[in-house]
């Protein structure tokens, strides 16, 4: 089945499904200072509540995708979204660390089919080359969750304390599953009755990882969110224990950041007609690159201030903006009949590199802006390399 591009109904579920994510993430970053003081832990393991989402997260898309292929998205979705809700009440209810952070995994095994299953179905939806755009404007949406989820999450926090922010949570996605169940049309056309078999399945990651541009596109993704994740994992720590800024105050600043990433995914959107994903990417890249050195450059010379931080960052995170819709979209693109293993594939690079960057970055949190601003510029810097070396070909991939 074709979606109309003017069907909003089904664009906004879509949305909701991927920022399933980034609510996840970032609803609670300003109360993740008061989840390490309240069950009395280091930033180390408050931040594993972060790193585990996001390896639970990478590992269960090589399921959904394939799952996605044999039965279909909608009831794969389905699935999904209904895991999410009964692990976020268990989130809700934790008496301990080791409880939230296993109730965080089983969250993340609900929260990755909405990020899976929608790029397939966009790819499913509008073709190899439209995804790019289709994926440009609904990330734009979608960014409006790191916008607006840490500022409320601010706020519930500073009211109710940080379980509230699960409640919140819980209740979006019962409402997400309803109008999934209700509304959301199956849009997998060449179900493969063979997809979850051993042999299947090695065979369609097989093909997915010899295309000769795959892997270069793929390592972007993954760079890409890597230096995203080393921002979000360190961000609270940084701003309110090192910088001293009010947690009242952390979303305002980290929603106003993000505002670059949004503009560049709306100006993706736009310009992909007639510049193309290579030439977009190779800006991206760039810009990414030189405003995660001169991140790490004012870390170096002990420039601690909010403008040092955010400022660098906002640059980094409008060559995101441009890097990350348009290298997901030319990974994806070429497999119209393994799009969810596809999906799962490059997914799962994502996430594992975000999981283990923002591991790092608490592991090496000594109190300084400097491990988070090295974080973000490595990654950085890879997206550069990994684009130049294997992704740009001098041919755009054009709607």
């Not at 879509?14 to 930033?43: C, K, M, N, Q, Y």
């Not at 599953?177 to 042999?199: C, F, S, W, Y």
């Not at 369609?204 to 892997?215: C, I, Q, S």
């Amino acid at each position: 089945m074709r979606l109309a591009p003017t069907h909003l109904g089904v664009a906004v579920m879509i949305g909701l499904g991927f920022a399933l994510l980034p609510l996840s993430t970032d609803l609670f970053l300003a109360g993740l200072p008061g989840i390490r003081r309240h069950f009395e832990v280091g930033v180390a393991e408050a931040q594993l509540t972060l790193s585990v989402f996001i390896g639970a997260f990478a590992l269960s898309q090589l399921v959904y995708g394939p799952l996605s292929d044999r039965f279909g998205r909608r009831p794969v979705l389905l699935a999904g979204v209904a895991i999410y809700c009964a692990a976020t009440l268990a989130c809700m209810g934790a008496r301990s660390i080791e409880w939230l952070i296993a109730a965080r995994f089983c969250q993340a095994l609900g929260a990755c089919s909405g990020a899976v299953i929608g790029r397939a179905i966009i790819r499913d939806a509008y073709g190899a080359a439209g995804s790019a755009r289709m994926l440009g404007f609904i990330t734009a949406g979608t960014a409006l969750a790191p916008v607006f989820g840490p500022i409320i999450g601010s706020l519930l926090t500073v009211a109710f304390g940080w379980r509230a922010n699960f409640a919140l949570l819980a209740a979006a996605s019962a409402a997400l599953l309803g109008a999934i169940a209700l509304l959301l049309p199956e849009t997998n056309a060449h179900r493969d009755p063979q997809a979850t078999g051993l042999r299947q399945l090695a065979a369609n990651y097989r093909a997915v990882v010899a295309h000769r541009r795959f892997l270069g596109y793929a390592l972007c993704v993954a760079f890409s969110y890597a230096a995203i994740f080393c921002f979000v994992s360190g961000a609270s720590f940084v701003l309110i224990e090192v910088l001293a800024v009010p947690a009242s105050r952390f979303g305002f600043l980290f929603g106003g950041t993000v505002v670059s990433y949004i503009v560049a995914n709306v100006m993706i959107g736009k310009l992909i007609m007639s510049a193309g994903v290579d030439r977009l990417l190779r800006i991206g890249t760039a810009v990414a690159a030189a405003g995660g050195i001169a991140m790490l450059a004012l870390a170096f010379a002990g420039v601690q201030t909010v403008p040092a931080v955010l400022g660098p960052m906002a640059v980094v995170l409008f060559g995101l903006g441009f890097a990350l819709p348009g290298s997901t979209a030319a990974a994806v693109g070429p497999f119209a009949r393994i799009a969810g293993t596809a999906s799962a594939l490059v997914g799962f690079m994502q996430m594992t590199a975000g999981a283990v960057a923002g591991f790092l970055v608490g592991l090496l949190h000594d109190g300084t802006t400097l491990p988070m601003a090295a974080g973000v510029a490595a990654s950085a810097v890879a997206l550069f390399v990994a684009f130049r070396l294997g992704g740009g070909s001098g041919r755009s991939l054009r709607p």
